[in-house]
């Protein structure tokens, strides 16, 4: 086998994916747990448009949401706790404990804290002057 390795800035959704299960695979069998799921949830307008959402998965008793985010518009009204209560609480129904997630210090640290999420890391500069936070939650 010969290999060509390629720095690719815009690369095919499939590729990724491929690396996605193909790591998935090898922490299932690491583990022997093999559990993974999708979680996403949308919220749309009447013409069907995505104005809200969050996505992340559960495995191996935790949850994790990779992002959240809700139309500027549409802020301000609880939309954004009814998406993280409702992915705690299908991740509850899918036998989690934890939930985690990262934020920036620009983005919404303090939004997380209000609802139990506690910091477990931080990594500082990054980008700029800013911080990447790491919060966790136990679910009851």
Not at 54 to 61: I, M
Not at 120 to 127: A, F, H, V
Request: aromatic content about 10%; hydrophobic content about 40%; proline content about 3%.
């Amino acid at each position: 086998m010969t290999e060509d390795l390629r720095v690719e800035d815009d690369p095919r959704r499939e590729d990724v994916a491929l690396l996605d299960e193909r790591l998935y695979e090898f922490n299932a069998a690491a583990t022997g747990v093999d559990d993974g799921r999708w979680l996403a949830i949308f919220v749309r307008d009447r013409d069907g448009a995505v104005v809200a959402g969050l996505h992340g998965w559960t495995w191996a008793g935790t949850g994790s949401v990779q992002a959240i985010w809700v139309h500027e518009k549409l802020r301000g009204r609880g939309l954004g706790s009814r998406l993280l209560a409702a992915a705690e609480a299908e991740a509850r129904r899918r036998g989690c404990s934890q939930m985690h997630l990262f934020t920036h210090s620009y983005q919404a640290p303090a939004f997380y804290r209000r609802h139990g999420y506690e910091v477990i890391g931080e990594l500082p500069g990054w980008p700029a002057d800013t911080v990447r936070i790491f919060l966790r939650k136990r679910l009851a």
